[in-house]
């Protein structure tokens, strides 16, 4: 079997490569996944350049996200079968309930990941695929997809019908969080700078796109969209709270997901205060939220978007392709 290894976290692409190994078997507890698709998210950019927030162990096996099948299970394993299609959870020790920090442990970080042909994982921190899904849409699923679904159920409240969401951008969160929330019944207002990713966004059914480099106060934007109201959620991926809160109807919620702009702004406590919101921190989900949204993919019949898909040998082609910023959808690697 072959495995990519990373040296260190910050060592780049050229800190990548490739070996050979026997085919472990499985201990108690666990099983051998035949990994048959990766995908790479934001979060693996960060592990290569030595920015991620969490430890990353020397010559981890990367990528956290990956599909296949359960080829081998150790003694005491009775729910995983040989057979089972399965995807792993990227905090195998979070079963449900608050994330808390005996579940730091990570996939592709402080452990091994799905970047190799053979896995082995604890058992219970499979979950079952969707069934009308192919091992390539199941290996999107494990990080952006549940932050997504986490970003919209994960509170109280939760997206209702009616409600109107904004999603920021057209990367993986983004594009499953439109997804999810048409199929919730809400209204989506999604933000883009590119005519045509724009016109993709509506095609998977964004009621309203805003392009931000032609109406830069996209915020603004959004007021004007929803009569002054502003939205009930916003899923903010780039980092942009003090946006957010313009954007927010009065106590709404923005699930704050990531960073990706990388440009920090002060946010007035004054603004935020008034707006009556809650801002939530999102870090992926715990593994019963990840099984409920696979029950809801299935029940809708949603499929992932994927962008490009490279061959095992080329992983380092499609790291490239994906940092270069203009994918629209996941970018997955196969190991088929």
């Given at each position: 079997m072959r495995s990519y290894h990373l040296s260190h976290s910050g060592a780049g692409l050229s800190g990548l490569t490739v070996r050979e190994h026997d085919i472990p078997a499985p201990g108690p507890g666990q099983a051998v996944v035949a990994v048959r698709a990766t995908s790479l998210s934001f979060?693996?950019?960060?592990?290569?350049?030595?920015?991620?927030?969490?430890?990353?162990?020397?010559?981890?096996?990367?990528v956290s996200d990956g599909a296949g099948d359960v080829v081998a299970v150790g003694a005491g394993v009775d729910a995983t079968r040989v057979g089972d299609r399965v995807a792993a959870t990227l905090f195998p020790s979070w079963q449900d309930g608050p994330f808390a920090a005996e579940h730091l442990a990570q996939?592709?970080?402080?452990?091994?990941?799905?970047?190799?042909?053979?896995?082995?994982?604890?058992?219970?921190s499979l979950v079952a695929v969707p069934r009308h899904l192919s091992y390539e849409e199941a290996a999107t699923l494990p990080c952006v997809a549940v932050t997504a679904w986490n970003a919209l159920t994960g509170d109280a409240s939760g997206v209702r019908p009616g409600d109107t969401v904004v999603i920021q951008g057209s990367g993986g969160v983004s594009l499953f969080a439109l997804q999810f929330a048409k199929a919730l019944g809400a209204?989506?207002?999604?933000?883009?700078?590119s005519p045509a990713k724009a016109a993709r966004l509506r095609d998977l059914g964004a009621d309203a796109v805003i392009d931000y480099s032609a109406t830069p106060d996209w915020a603004d934007a959004v007021r004007t969209l929803t009569d002054g109201r502003g939205a009930d959620r916003v899923?903010?991926?780039?980092?942009l709270l003090h946006d957010s809160v313009r954007a927010i109807a009065l106590a709404g919620t923005i699930a704050c997901v990531g960073f990706v702009g990388k440009t920090a702004v002060p946010l007035d406590p004054y603004a935020l205060f008034t707006s009556g919101a809650t801002v939530r921190t999102v870090a992926v989900g715990s593994r019963a939220q990840f099984t409920a949204m696979n029950a809801f993919i299935e029940t809708h019949g949603l499929r992932p978007v994927i962008d490009r898909t490279f061959p095992f040998e080329r992983a380092v082609d499609a790291y490239r392709h994906y940092a270069a910023g203009d994918s629209f959808g996941k970018v997955v690697i196969s190991n088929s």
């Open positions: 979060r693996e950019l960060m592990v290569l350049d030595g920015t991620y927030v969490l430890p990353v162990k020397p010559d981890v096996v990367p996939r592709g970080g402080s452990l091994d990941g799905m970047l190799t042909d053979f896995a082995v994982v604890g058992a219970d209204r989506v207002i999604a933000t883009t700078s899923v903010d991926v780039a980092g």
